[in-house]
């Protein structure tokens, strides 16, 4: 193969360094290599001598036995703290989507819980203690604004920290010492975070890493354990991109999500109705409209789904369509008046069946295999 002038020229200018040098940096490269592998193994050591260090022995020997002991031991407490919605000893999370009322389901909890009231129509359950609420998100005169109208009866039942921009970090062992303290002697029994978003920012962590959240989530029920504090709840956002519907869930790692034993879901629609819905060990609520009473701020549930709920607007928009052309309407035409893409026109059926079924729309065959539909009076 011919090389011409120029590609000698630039062969003979590459600088290659003598035997002795390239022998200096392989040890320099060298060098570095077991730094990093003594960082690496120092960073693992400290953390097992830091689990070390949590773990008790004494205590370890008390936890289990055998099936038949465990199964013949009486069961203490109740169950739940609100009945199907949250157990007695649960983490929870409430997960929601941008400005769907959050601060208010919050709150509407703290007042059934403080008051023994029932939450959402579900019994809240005989329990001890009192209701610790980490507010890290408002100003502390906005979040009274969301409290006062409820007119809690037992306020002295409610621990308030107003915490936007004073972080409080549970990692760190010194604070954690003084957080197990802070729950015993003021008697909690319910731990609210909000958000958990800023929860992770105060330790350091980052929401999105699994790790770094197993750690926190670890550090929460070692404090609970210590504290004698029985429920945790953080409320998180559902990520701000659109989700399946059904499939929403807290922004970030999936740690998360598998580490709580009740996920309650808040969402809205295009109409600004909001729903909740349940999952969860022992707990469950199929998603259900919520209704909201602006003059005492308290929330009850509705009736019906998001998917109920555009049927619903679809048959009012398909009833004042029909009503208004004498001739009817073909499938297509009635589509494009309720704005419903003619691809997606299959969402009008269960709509248009319900109308024939209680006779308010009678149907006749159009031509090219088509339906025309007429309104009744």
């Known amino acids: 193969m011919r090389v011409g002038p120029d590609r000698v020229a630039e062969v003979s200018a590459f600088d290659v360094p003598p ?16 730094r990093q592998i003594l960082q690496t193994k120092a960073r693992q050591m400290a953390a097992e001598r830091l689990a070390a260090e949590r773990f008790d022995p004494a205590v370890f020997s008390t936890l289990g036995g055998s099936l038949d002991e465990m199964l013949a031991r009486p069961v203490v407490g109740e169950r739940y703290l609100i009945e199907r919605l949250l157990g007695a000893r649960h983490n929870m ?22 008051d023994g009231a029932p939450f959402l129509g579900h019994k809240v359950m005989s329990w001890e203690g009192r209701v610790a609420w980490w507010n890290g998100e408002m100003d502390d005169q906005d979040f009274h604004d969301y409290v006062r109208p409820l007119k809690v009866k037992n ?44 929860f992770c920012a105060w ?23 210590r504290s004698g504090c ?15 519907e059904g499939e929403e869930r807290a922004r970030g790692a999936a740690a998360l999500d598998d580490w709580v034993d009740a996920r309650w879901v808040l ?41 109920t709920a555009v049927n619903e607007t679809l048959r009012l ?35 248009l069946e ?5 006779r308010s729309v009678t149907v006749e065959s159009a031509p090219r295999n088509g339906k025309r539909y007429r309104w009744n009076g």
Do not use: C
């Open 93 to 114: 999370v409430l997960a929601a989507q941008y400005k769907t009322g959050k601060t208010t389901m919050g709150v509407n909890l703290i007042k059934s819980l403080a």
């Open 19 to 34: 035997s002795a040098e390239v022998g200096q940096v392989l040890d320099t490269l060298e060098l570095e290599v077991q």
């Open 354 to 358: 319900a109308l024939i079924d209680d």
């Open 317 to 351: 928009g398909v009833s004042m369509a029909l009503k208004g052309a004498p001739d009817g309407l073909l499938t297509g035409e009635l589509a494009d008046v309720v704005k419903v893409p003619r691809q997606k026109s299959g969402a009008l059926k269960p709509v």
């Open 230 to 244: 029985d429920v945790f709840a953080a409320i998180a956002h559902t990520p701000r991109a659109a989700m399946e």
């Open 203 to 225: 330790n350091g962590v980052n929401e999105n890493d699994n790790e770094a959240v197993e750690r926190l989530t670890t550090r929460v029920d070692e404090i609970k354990e």
């Open 155 to 198: 306020p002295k039942r409610v621990q308030l920290l107003h915490l936007r921009g004073r972080p409080v970090s549970i990692l760190d062992p010194h604070s954690a010492e003084m957080v197990v303290k802070h729950l015993r002697d003021n008697e909690i029994g319910f731990w609210g975070v909000d958000s958990w978003r800023r």
């Open 267 to 307: 969402t809205k629609n295009r109409d600004g109705d909001r729903f909740l819905a349940v999952t969860g060990r022992g707990v469950g609520l199929e998603e259900t409209k919520l209704e909201f009473n602006p003059a005492t701020y308290r929330l009850t549930l509705g009736e019906g789904n998001r998917r």
